[in-house]
């Protein structure tokens, strides 16, 4: 019949380093050798609703270090320290790994998850500490999603990438084969008084803050490398504009407010600059 009765207890009051339990297989010819193997079959009958494999911790003195679970790989090209399949997920709220918390705050240098490496990686194509990868090519959902439902000022970006070392190349990069997509979108139409999207280069003196390059292709018909549109009733007189240029120190800036620089030598036929108002 059923129970809830303990089948295997092991209770210890006074051991300080040893273990409860120790499974070392060591053939050196191991193929498909399992130290452990836990399979749960036939509840199917109630709504389960407990852990399969339950560990709690119970360390909590200042200066504790240890773990409550601890995994050390020796798999160097092949292989997964852990791996989990969850083949069976459909709709619903369920999930391959959930990391909970719901009670203290977390405070600096803490983090609900970290991916660390401090070996020297020169992968520059596949290696990564992160991999996400959605491989099916019907596949129309979202590869990353972060949420937040702050208020408050947040002073350091709601999501930050910061590289802290003076590398060349590119901190932040998209590639994208799309044809007639967008590579990137901005929705901020909730904005009244602040900035869609800011760009700080306060160190800049030969660079560039911003650059759009196109090499290849003939720009024609309704092609533009950038395109400023409003479709609304915009009715300011003062201030308000589609573009604003803005030299704001008085006296001492020198430099060109706007530069417009072409080098065809073709019969342009509607102006190298051109204003229509339509």
């Known amino acids: 019949g059923t129970t809830t009765a303990n089948l295997l207890d092991l209770t210890s009051s006074a051991s300080v380093a040893g273990r ?3 499974i070392a297989p060591s053939a050196a010819s191991q193929i498909t050798t399992r130290a452990l193997d836990i399979t749960q079959t036939g509840a199917t009958q109630t709504v389960y609703t407990g852990n399969l494999v339950n560990m709690t911790g119970g360390f909590s003195a200042a200066g504790s270090t240890g773990n409550v679970l601890s ?10 320290a ?57 596949n129309i959902s979202t590869a990353l999603l972060v949420t937040d439902a702050s208020t408050g000022a947040i002073t350091s ?25 967008k590579v990137a979108q901005i929705n901020a139409n909730a904005i009244v008084g602040g900035t869609g999207l800011e760009l700080n280069a306060n160190a800049l003196t030969t660079g560039l803050g911003f650059s759009a390059i196109h090499t290849t292709s003939v720009i024609s018909g309704a092609g533009s490398l950038a395109r400023l549109t409003s479709n609304t009733a915009d009715t300011s007189t003062t201030n308000g504009s589609l573009l604003d240029l803005n030299a704001s120190l008085a006296g001492a800036n020198t430099s060109s407010v706007l530069m417009v620089t ?7 036929t509607s102006g190298g600059v051109r204003f229509n108002f339509t």
């Not at 970006?157 to 190349?169: D, E, I, K, L």
């Not at 072409?262 to 342009?268: Q, V």
Request: aromatic share 2%; glycine share 14%; charged share 10%.
């Open 262 to 268: 072409d080098a065809s030598t073709g019969a342009i």
């Open 71 to 80: 995994l050390t790989s020796v798999n160097d090209v092949a292989g997964s």
């Open 157 to 181: 970006g709601g999501v930050r990438f910061n590289f802290t070392g003076a590398h060349t190349g590119n901190g932040f990069q998209i590639d994208d084969i799309t044809t007639a997509g």
């Open 82 to 138: 852990l791996s989990i399949t969850a083949n069976a997920l459909t709709l619903g709220s369920g999930t391959a790994l959930n990391v909970a918390h719901t009670t203290s705050v977390l405070g600096a240098g803490t983090s609900l998850a970290r991916l660390s490496s401090s070996s020297v990686d020169t992968g520059t194509t596949t290696g990564t500490l992160l991999d996400l990868s959605a491989s099916n090519a019907g």
């Open 20 to 22: 409860l339990v120790s």
